[in-house]
């Protein structure tokens, strides 16, 4: 089972290149299929949910043509079936996307019913409720999620919550549906736009996303495109935030600052300096850090996706912080793990309350999910000592190159897979 190993107490100090957003890509790569002609995709993360997806899009009989890591063009005039096998629902929430896209295309969708996950239940009623309205039928049977409609029909919708995954489904079924949808309460993040950027670079006609109201004209025909995926904020916000709990000076580059505004802000809140440039962000922080309170919000607010980032710098800053975390029932998992590395935090129903402390100190822990553990990490390069964080698969499925992309920064990390190089790795930092 591969490790990070670390040692700890080294501020992280460079340039790292971010990589494409994942939760844009998926939702571009899904919609890539709605049409007969080839599509090119480019600034794609090179990382396992992107490459599941692509695996999920070949099995239904798409053709993929993976140009290099980043790299793809995609047919999907010969997709042969229009369900999609367990294997790939259970290795990726997001091929769900294929129900949005195949009905849209095809008018007819089946994929099996997602299961929860590690940060909570994670329903799907509002992209049923979506695809009901367009007038499509939808059963739930067999553990699958059937639905078909003879033509799909413009509609009027309001979600009940603010959801990506069903703004990004439903966008896609409304983009080939006859006459005009207009979605409200839907979600605002970057991928959103940029998934409708897509879209409408095939043919569609998609006004308003990136706002709560987006208007869709549906058009019968989509056609080939040649598109960029956006750089992906969170993990340009991991970076930015394991340069404020090492106290070190890291410019994230090839970002949009726009869509990290929100971090930035809390960045400098809590005592960092951050500078912004056209298309990069600078991070650095020479001082102790300071408290501050947090609720994760939809976008453009504090996303959940950095909740557990900011909370292990929180961990290191003094005084009494608060997160809340409004979005999913159970985020807090990575809580217990950095207990252990000495962090003063209380969970209490769906708030922590954080302790600052002067120190962490390494230990072995397990990452509960993506972001928590990519959290771990960076508590591990700020701690005293060494640091084993396990279960890093979950860590793959989000950031290409993690270890690799620390190292630069002058992290002393690596990725380790057997005993011996568990040792290895620990007799020369002892030595040192
Ligand atoms: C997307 O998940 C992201 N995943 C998540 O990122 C991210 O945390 C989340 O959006 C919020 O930004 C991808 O884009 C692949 P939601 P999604 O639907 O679409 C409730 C990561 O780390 N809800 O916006 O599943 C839901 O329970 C991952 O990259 C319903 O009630 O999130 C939650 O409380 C983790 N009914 C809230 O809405 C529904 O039908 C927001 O969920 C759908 C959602």
Known sequence: ???????????????????????????????????????TIDNLPDVSDINVLLQAIEGIGAH?????????????SGIRTLSLDYEYIKKIRASYYLLGALLGKYKKAEVPLPGGCNIGTRPIDQHLKGFRALGADVRIEYGFISTEATHLHGTHLYFDVVSVGATINVMMAAAMAEGTTILE???????????????NSMGANIKGAGTDVIRIRGVSKLHSTEYTVIPDQIEAGTFMFAAAATQGDVTVKNVIPKH????????????????????????YCKNKLHNTHIKTLPYP???????????????????????????????????????????????????AIITGVDKLSGAIVSSPDLRAGAALVIAGLAAE???????????????????????N????????????ELYKFQLRETAV
Not at 64 to 76: L, M
Not at 330 to 349: C, P, T
Not at 411 to 418: G, H
């Open 1 to 39: 089972m591969e490790r990070y190993i670390m040692k700890g107490g080294i501020p992280l100090v460079g340039e790292v290149e971010i990589s494409g957003a994942k939760n844009a890509a998926l939702g571009i790569l899904a919609a890539s299929i709605m049409t007969d002609e080839t599509v």
């Open 64 to 76: 993929v043509n993976r140009i290099d890591r980043h790299t793809v063009k995609i047919n999907g």
């Open 185 to 199: 309460n839907a979600a605002k993040e970057p991928h959103i736009v940029d998934l409708a950027n897509f879209l």
């Open 260 to 283: 990290l505004e929100a971090l930035s802000s809390k960045l400098m809140e809590i005592g960092c300096q951050v500078e912004e440039s056209d298309d990069a962000v600078r991070v």
């Open 301 to 351: 607010g504090f996303p959940t996706d950095m909740q557990p980032q900011i909370s292990v710098t929180l961990a290191l800053a003094s005084g009494t912080s608060i997160v809340t975390e409004s979005i999913f029932e159970n985020r807090f998992r990575y809580v217990d793990e950095l207990s252990r590395m000495g962090a003063k935090i209380k969970v209490e129903g769906n708030t």
């Open 385 to 407: 000592g060494i640091t084993i964080v396990e279960d890093i698969v979950y860590i793959q499925r989000g950031y290409e190159r993690f270890e690799e992309k620390l190292q």
């Open 409 to 420: 920064l002058g992290a002393e990390i690596e990725k380790v897979s057997t005993e011996k």
